[in-house]
């Protein structure tokens, strides 16, 4: 049952140095507030995994917390490459980080597996794809009918999960909607789900019967706050900051710059100064 | 960066690339976008000829309509526009490998002339001189949508003799290489660029330039090509655009500059705020 | 893209003797209406394909349509057996039928391996199971990375899928909502899809957008039939006819009845006969 | 039939099996529910000593608080009153392989000793003297939730020496035969009939009687199971039905048969009727 706590208390309670941490969202709904706080507790050698580690990792990755990142996509989305990410990736700074590299379609099935207590997913993939060469997590099965050769990757199952949503209700059941990405498999794949709300209400009556709700008793901690998943967006709620996408490629090009930025930002900062920095991005 | 400046005849390199890709498309085709030219000349054939055309975005919208570009492919005004939004893992297993994508557009930083792609490393993947983003949705667009649209501009360093690493898999090493690996998808059948429309030989799968942009001479085309292009024996000329054409994407264009460099409102909620 | 039609040239257009054909609905949404339609059409020699094969098919199957039956539940719900399809199976009446029969999770992987494009599901699943030694079309796969045993089943990939929905737009977009159960995969696993709609609407403007739509290409016929899915009901406009199903039971105990029923209420009757039967059902 | 008949201490047999499978749930147990018995187990829990439990019907209802119990596990009722719907293949990936089944409740029409049961055929499986609806979703149920939870009325046809058919794996012949299988879940760990409790030997794991209910005597017990029968050494009497757990379980009956016999009206609706 989910219990609803202050962020620090839930990323404190959740995360641990060498966890499998995902910390996901599809453009949409990022949890970059739960993704600070575990910045500000200084954690260590974790395995992050994402299909598309944007800014959020960038900055994790830059800060030293990264031993591995499992991912597909590795870009600050509609602006260009992770220079922190590449950074540790071609010069090993701040330390080297080991990769496992997927395709979008692996990485979706690897959680769908993961939510579905499967070890490995199977998927038409990698067909004289590099990475089936590159990635031993990449193997493949026979169909038992056909003779067919399917790609297969192991299933995702973090150790924790954390995930952005709009809002939970009292009893701690919360509603994701819009683009939901992979956010019901990234919960329901992993140990421990922490979710971060933008706010709580009495309860969910009147919503229709087939949205995406993760009940409860499949959560444990629910974090609220408001503007959260700045500068990606909830939907609803405001709208995405292209600007400080943009802005980031030119604040990760420089060591100094990235390590000033996050101290003033993200060290000296907390959740509540979340609210603020969508202020301007909500619907009139 | 030659894309964009306008050059004598009223259009940029860039415009004449997405409005030949455009003109490509037609209205009963099911397209998975990526962002960049290819949401543009989506978006350009469906305000244009195409007003029926299906555009999917990998974050989950399908039959989007959107007003301005998106940004990334997953900003809210695809899904505020779309006929539905689903799971990333339903886009994956339902939709693309489901075989219900008539077209997939891929983008390249590396290309070989056999419609090999590269968006992953330059030099070695170990120890690559650049790390780049990687695939993405690309390794199982490339097999599983019927065809394969690729656009890039021109450069000696994109259009490479050997590509660094197999991101995604074209035509391999030419001729009947796809079906050898049992992929039964046409995989790319067009390739626009700044320069030039290609095609590939029907036999040796090796891209062909079919059709010069205006004003482009095939000189420009194979300096800036890192490979001893082909040309057709009937070599045509694109069709330089129509104002309509041109006049659709500019103002999607404006309306996108002004959309993503202010602080735009969101588009209207249609979720649960009140429930 | 969907062409709205008259549900006798629906069902003419699109199913064939010998075709493998799936009317499906969980409970809710059975598409009644084009099952009688085919039955008046007199369609031989198919395998019908449906999780849980209650009334309707006990009506094809009586009347002799049936070759082979693809199933993992085959009662009447909450009444008891279907006994035109124990006749067909222990008796011979009308005639023998095949019988592949598997678990409902068996049934709902195989046609989501279909919709996914896949020759196999494979789920952790029949250990144990009887049905594993009956059933050659219980396989197994190894999993490559744990080495774990999984059942493995054929996907389901029907010629033609029959659904019922709530409504269409003019477009021919369809709505599902309530209890979805396999509509959605049924559709996307056939090659052909055909389905029965309360009511078209002028468009969608306003919906959910997370709600389960079908878009007008993934479907090939639609037809307008109000209260199509009786007894089943129809979320939203009327409820189950309970009292139907138990009706049912005896109606179905005795061929002589079943045969004057099936006269009377199927061949002498037409789509446009439903809309009366669900009309004292309707909400208030 | 006997169900049906109250006895001298003024409840059914049927009653006291319901109410005695209720009491054996918690609040925290989130329950795959079957019609029937269990159905109404679980909503005599829910409306008496945990509201908080959870109860998911295998048509994708997840959390429903049913006024009345379904005659299907469909019923308009379960969607309406669930806090989510799912799809069919969601509900069995997700939901029960997932492993986020406390209980799952399982009837049959052929038992064993070991908890094996049989709900497909009576006789051989090609040549079946009584073809019985099948398996459904119980051979997944029965390896995939944490526990099972065996309701049945007594009968020597029901209770057997030997199944025909193996529906759905208990505790196999006993011992750790789920433990050679590679299942580790436990399996059927409570039988609830109409005349008495019983538990799995902890060893063996054959059924054994732990308490009888009110007025109901070993020798009973043995006359309505087909294999002989072991008692517990220290057996118990199961209380009597308290007033609230009876009067809650009437209610919901009579509730039922006036919903059921009726044509009712459909429940209030939370689709999109007016989208």
Redesign the interface.
Request: aromatic share 8%.
């Given at each position: 049952?989910a219990q609803f706590m202050p962020l620090s208390q839930a990323v404190a309670e959740n995360l641990r140095n060498g966890d499998v941490a995902a910390f996901e969202g599809?453009?949409?709904l990022i949890p970059t507030a739960a993704a600070h706080e575990a910045i500000r507790q200084g954690f260590r050698d974790l395995t992050l995994v994402r299909?598309?580690p944007d800014v959020v990792y960038d900055q994790m990755i830059g800060m030293g917390m990264a031993k591995k990142v499992i991912?597909?996509?590795?870009?600050n989305?509609?602006?260009g490459?992770?220079r922190r990410?590449?950074d540790a990736?071609?010069n090993g700074w701040p330390n080297r980080i080991e990769v496992e590299?997927h395709?979008?379609?692996a990485m979706?099935?690897a959680?769908?597996a993961g939510?579905?207590?499967?070890?490995?997913a199977?998927?038409?993939?990698?067909?004289?794809?590099?990475?089936a060469e590159?990635n031993p997590?990449i193997?493949?099965?026979?169909?038992?009918?056909?003779g067919?050769?399917?790609a297969?990757v192991?299933s995702v199952r973090p150790d924790v999960s954390f995930v952005h949503a709009?809002k939970a209700d009292r009893k701690g059941?919360v509603?994701v909607?819009?683009?939901?990405?992979?956010q019901?498999?990234a919960v329901?794949a992993a140990r421990r789900a922490v979710v971060t709300v933008e706010e709580v209400?009495d309860d969910?009556?009147?919503?229709?019967?087939?949205?995406?709700?993760l009940?409860s008793?499949?959560i444990t901690a629910i974090s609220v706050v408001p503007g959260g998943a700045h500068p990606s967006?909830t939907?609803?709620?405001?709208?995405?900051?292209?600007?400080s996408?943009i802005e980031w490629d030119e604040i990760a090009a420089d060591r100094d710059r990235f390590r000033a930025w996050m101290q003033a930002n993200v060290l000296d900062a907390s959740p509540e100064d979340f609210a603020a920095r969508v202020a301007?991005?909500?619907?009139? | 960066m030659m894309a964009g400046t306008e050059n004598q005849q009223g259009f940029t390199p860039n415009e004449i690339m997405t409005i030949a890709a455009s003109r490509a498309l037609r209205g009963s085709d099911v397209c998975f976008v990526g962002i960049g030219a290819p949401s543009a000349a989506c978006n350009v054939a469906r305000l244009t000829h195409a007003p029926d055309i299906t555009l999917i975005y990998e974050s989950g919208t399908i039959g989007t309509a959107p007003d301005v570009l998106p940004l990334s492919i997953g900003d809210g005004e695809l899904c505020e526009t779309a006929v539905t939004t689903v799971s990333v893992p339903e886009m994956f297993r339902y939709w693309l490998q489901g075989g219900r994508i008539t077209i997939g557009f891929l983008g390249a930083a590396q290309l070989d002339r056999f419609g090999n792609i590269n968006t992953t490393v330059i030099g070695d993947y170990d120890h690559p001189k650049t790390r780049l983003p990687g695939g993405g949705g690309a390794p199982e667009i490339a097999t599983s949508a019927q065809e394969i649209y690729i656009t890039m501009a021109q450069s000696k360093r994109g259009m490479v003799e050997k590509i660094d690493f197999f991101t995604s898999f074209g035509h391999g090493t030419g001729g009947d290489d796809r079906a050898k690996l049992g992929i039964d998808t046409k995989g790319p059948t067009l390739l626009i660029t700044d320069l030039a429309i290609w095609k590939p030989d029907p036999v040796t799968k090796e891209f062909t330039v079919v059709s010069l942009h205006p004003g482009v001479t095939r000189e420009k085309v194979q300096e800036t090509c890192g490979w001893t292009v082909k040309f057709a024996d009937r070599l045509e000329e694109t069709p330089a655009p129509a104002a309509l054409e041109l006049k659709t994407l500019r103002d999607l264009k404006a309306r996108t500059d002004a959309a993503h460099s202010g602080k735009a409102a969101p588009a209207a909620n249609r979720g649960s705020k009140d429930g």
């Amino acid at each position: 049952m989910a219990q609803f706590m202050p962020l620090s208390q839930a990323v404190a309670e959740n995360l641990r140095n060498g966890d499998v941490a995902a910390f996901e969202g599809f453009t949409h709904l990022i949890p970059t507030a739960a993704a600070h706080e575990a910045i500000r507790q200084g954690f260590r050698d974790l395995t992050l995994v994402r299909m598309t580690p944007d800014v959020v990792y960038d900055q994790m990755i830059g800060m030293g917390m990264a031993k591995k990142v499992i991912f597909s996509y590795a870009g600050n989305p509609g602006v260009g490459l992770l220079r922190r990410m590449r950074d540790a990736i071609e010069n090993g700074w701040p330390n080297r980080i080991e990769v496992e590299e997927h395709s979008h379609a692996a990485m979706a099935n690897a959680y769908e597996a993961g939510a579905a207590g499967l070890p490995c997913a199977i998927f038409r993939g990698y067909r004289g794809a590099g990475l089936a060469e590159v990635n031993p997590n990449i193997r493949s099965i026979v169909c038992p009918f056909t003779g067919e050769k399917l790609a297969a990757v192991p299933s995702v199952r973090p150790d924790v999960s954390f995930v952005h949503a709009q809002k939970a209700d009292r009893k701690g059941n919360v509603l994701v909607e819009g683009i939901i990405g992979i956010q019901k498999e990234a919960v329901l794949a992993a140990r421990r789900a922490v979710v971060t709300v933008e706010e709580v209400v009495d309860d969910f009556k009147g919503l229709h019967p087939n949205l995406t709700i993760l009940p409860s008793w499949t959560i444990t901690a629910i974090s609220v706050v408001p503007g959260g998943a700045h500068p990606s967006y909830t939907h609803g709620y405001y709208a995405r900051d292209n600007a400080s996408y943009i802005e980031w490629d030119e604040i990760a090009a420089d060591r100094d710059r990235f390590r000033a930025w996050m101290q003033a930002n993200v060290l000296d900062a907390s959740p509540e100064d979340f609210a603020a920095r969508v202020a301007s991005l909500r619907a009139a | 960066m030659m894309a964009g400046t306008e050059n004598q005849q009223g259009f940029t390199p860039n415009e004449i690339m997405t409005i030949a890709a455009s003109r490509a498309l037609r209205g009963s085709d099911v397209c998975f976008v990526g962002i960049g030219a290819p949401s543009a000349a989506c978006n350009v054939a469906r305000l244009t000829h195409a007003p029926d055309i299906t555009l999917i975005y990998e974050s989950g919208t399908i039959g989007t309509a959107p007003d301005v570009l998106p940004l990334s492919i997953g900003d809210g005004e695809l899904c505020e526009t779309a006929v539905t939004t689903v799971s990333v893992p339903e886009m994956f297993r339902y939709w693309l490998q489901g075989g219900r994508i008539t077209i997939g557009f891929l983008g390249a930083a590396q290309l070989d002339r056999f419609g090999n792609i590269n968006t992953t490393v330059i030099g070695d993947y170990d120890h690559p001189k650049t790390r780049l983003p990687g695939g993405g949705g690309a390794p199982e667009i490339a097999t599983s949508a019927q065809e394969i649209y690729i656009t890039m501009a021109q450069s000696k360093r994109g259009m490479v003799e050997k590509i660094d690493f197999f991101t995604s898999f074209g035509h391999g090493t030419g001729g009947d290489d796809r079906a050898k690996l049992g992929i039964d998808t046409k995989g790319p059948t067009l390739l626009i660029t700044d320069l030039a429309i290609w095609k590939p030989d029907p036999v040796t799968k090796e891209f062909t330039v079919v059709s010069l942009h205006p004003g482009v001479t095939r000189e420009k085309v194979q300096e800036t090509c890192g490979w001893t292009v082909k040309f057709a024996d009937r070599l045509e000329e694109t069709p330089a655009p129509a104002a309509l054409e041109l006049k659709t994407l500019r103002d999607l264009k404006a309306r996108t500059d002004a959309a993503h460099s202010g602080k735009a409102a969101p588009a209207a909620n249609r979720g649960s705020k009140d429930g």
